[in-house]
């Protein structure tokens, strides 16, 4: 079993951590300080026992996947891991830093992953080395990491066959759906979702329907598992404008986050964790 390793233990990162470590492999998580590295851990332990409690997980599989999940706060451990995905904010200059890191101590071969869910990979490639560029790839995982199939597997212009190859192999090994898509702005999926939310935040705003029946809608009407506002609310509006500004620089007008989403992200109303959302406040 290759040895894995994640930087980044928030939501994404630490989820993507655990579903290597369910399917057998040995993983060093990194974060900047112990204590988002116990956060990160006591949330898995919970998330493990929940799932037992519905069927997903057998109780004999969690403190085998939790054991398997070693945690640090240098990346000089990375020195001998196979693979390692970089999970950190969605910002090419903290991106940058971590890769830069990531090049300094991992062994030449070692598969470089971004799990960036908008910034395009060569764009990130570009910040390395050349002779790193055939062994970095983008893995774009959904969240939450746990639950959602889908990986979009997105190559660089100079990312060998090769690391592809494994990186198809190492996600479908963990139970993941693994997808090729072309190294672009958004990829595939955050560009079919982004116009998805603007035209409903369109919709708020010109008054013909509330988020709450927007979201009902789209979960009878469409099928879908969760509506676009209940959506925002869980991966933050903030994040949201942040993916569409990214698009908007790269193909124009259609991805400009409306006015009203702009207006709610600086008045605070976010969603996330504790802070107020779409769903939880007036305004909607």
């Not at 693979?83 to 903290?94: H, I, K, L, P």
């Not at 830069?100 to 908008?118: F, G, H, K, M, Y």
Request: charged share 20%.
């Amino acid at each position: 079993m290759e040895q894995i390793g994640v930087v980044g233990a928030g939501l994404m990162g630490a989820e993507i951590a655990l579903v290597f470590a369910l399917a057998g492999h040995d993983v060093l998580l990194n974060d900047r300080d112990e204590a988002s590295l116990e956060r990160a851990m006591t949330r898995l332990a919970t998330l493990l026992q929940k799932g037992a409690e519905r069927g997903f997980y057998t109780a004999d599989t969690i403190a085998p996947a939790l054991q398997r999940i070693r945690t640090t706060t240098t990346l000089d451990d990375y020195a001998g891991v196979d693979m390692v995905t970089e999970a950190v904010f969605e910002a090419q200059d903290v991106k940058a830093v971590i890769l830069a890191e990531l090049d300094r101590v991992c062994r030449p071969d070692c598969l470089i992953a971004s799990n960036t869910s908008t910034i395009p990979i060569s764009t990130l490639a570009g910040l390395l080395p050349q002779a790193r560029r055939p062994y970095f790839v983008g893995t774009h995982y959904f969240s939450p990491v746990s639950r959602m199939k889908l990986v979009e597997v997105i190559p660089g212009f100079e990312t060998a066959p090769a690391t592809i190859d494994t990186a198809m192999r190492l996600t479908a090994g963990a139970g993941k759906t693994p997808i090729r898509v072309k190294d672009v702005a958004g990829f595939a999926v955050n560009r079919m979702l982004h116009m998805f939310i603007i035209e409903a935040v369109r919709l708020v705003e010109e008054g013909v329907a509330t988020p709450e029946d927007l979201d009902t809608a789209c979960r009878l009407g469409l099928g879908h598992p969760i509506g676009p506002f209940a959506l925002m609310d869980a991966v933050t509006s903030s994040l949201c404008v942040q993916a569409q500004e990214i698009m908007q620089e790269a193909y124009g007008e259609r991805f400009r986050p409306p006015a009203l989403l702009k207006q709610r992200v600086r008045a605070g109303f976010v969603g996330g964790k504790g802070k107020p959302g779409w769903r939880s406040a007036p305004g909607g």
